[in-house]
């Protein structure tokens, strides 16, 4: 199926609980890999995973990867994504107060710009919620962690370099929100977060300090540390039970944001 994007379709797929489940809410899904790498069909897995486990329907989209399409691309993608899906939610069964946007490494980082930038702008539809795994909130400054777990596990510093030089053009600014989510100012209507982090994760820190600073802003956070798991993990569901048992605990609380309606305009 195909979604409106910022400059033309972009590539979807919409997945339904196998079990015949029929809650109404939905997922707009974003994959990892850096802005640069990744697809829907790699997370394929994933949706499905999801969708039965929540019961409620998951929407993974395909954005403009870098460097052919470089920021902002994928955040204006990831924005008209979930406009779109929000106007056609009849169409996929799904009540248009019940879309979350989610995503893990780089696609939390879309979802989390996309769920700012929805706040901010003063009409059109704003997420149920927010669903962050591991995100990249910080493209401007590096924090301990980065130091700490950048050498010996999944992600590593050259990675990060080679991935933020790929997907920031040179002359924007880091600090943009858009980019960094870290910084700029929080709207009082920015939808309720669920941020999940790695132990072992060069980009644990800056994932802890934005479910701060949305803390400090007001809005309803649940951040949840899994302290012995590394960067990347939401893939590795079904690769052995510690995976498996981080995921469907970041799932259940999916489903009961799902749950809840959210705030819209």
Request: hydrophobic share 40%.
């Given at each position: ?138 493209l401007a400054t590096r924090h301990p962690s980065r130091d700490r777990f950048g050498r010996g596990f999944l992600l ?18 880091r600090a943009d929100p858009l980019v960094s989510v870290l910084y700029g100012a929080v709207a009082a209507t920015t ?75």
């Amino acid at each position: 199926m195909r979604l409106r994007g910022a400059r033309g379709q972009l590539d979807a797929t919409l997945y339904a609980p196998a079990s015949g489940r029929d809650r109404p809410g939905a997922l707009v899904f974003f994959h990892g890999g850096g802005w640069v790498i990744g697809s829907r069909t790699g997370y394929d897995h994933v949706g499905r995973y999801l969708a039965e486990r929540t019961g409620h329907r998951v929407l993974s989209v395909d954005y403009r990867l870098a460097p052919e399409d470089p920021f902002p691309a994928a955040v204006d993608d990831a924005l008209a994504a979930f406009d779109d899906t929000v106007a056609r939610a009849h169409e996929f069964g799904v009540d248009p107060d019940r879309i979350v946007v989610g995503g893990d490494s780089a696609g939390g980082t879309l979802a989390a710009v996309t769920a700012r930038r929805a706040a901010d702008r003063a009409d059109g539809p704003v997420p149920a919620g927010q669903w962050l795994l591991y995100p990249a909130t910080d493209l401007a400054t590096r924090h301990p962690s980065r130091d700490r777990f950048g050498r010996g596990f999944l992600l590593t510093d050259e990675d990060i370099v080679w991935f933020q030089d790929h997907y920031v053009p040179s002359g924007v600014d880091r600090a943009d929100p858009l980019v960094s989510v870290l910084y700029g100012a929080v709207a009082a209507t920015t939808p309720p977060a669920l941020v999940v982090t790695a132990g072992f994760d060069p980009l644990r820190d800056e994932g802890e300090r934005y479910a701060e600073k949305l803390r400090a802003a007001g809005v309803p956070v649940e951040a949840v540390r899994e302290a012995d798991l590394p960067h990347g993990f939401l893939p590795f569901v079904h690769l052995g039970p510690r995976f498996g048992e981080a995921v469907a605990a970041s799932a259940d609380a999916l489903r009961r944001m799902l749950d809840q309606p959210g705030r819209t305009r």
